[in-house]
């Protein structure tokens, strides 16, 4: 996964090798605190503005990555 670095960021786990694709963002931490973090990272990134129900849907690592690949892509 090319966005493992900022996950671990936004979801402030220590160590990346905890992070597995299929692992679930809520057993990870991933709550407002998190959405911020990844709203923020996109947006510095890229001058995109995201819109907070776009995340909803998200549920594992893997979804988490391929979410900022795209949007990093635009």
Known sequence: MKYLE???SILEVDNIDDLNGADSLISLGFDSLAV????SLIS????IDIDPDEIENLET???LNNFIAIKLSN
């Open 6 to 8: 900022e996950i671990k």
């Open 36 to 39: 911020i973090n990844l709203i």
């Open 44 to 47: 510095d990134r890229s001058n």
């Open 61 to 63: 690592v893997t979804d």
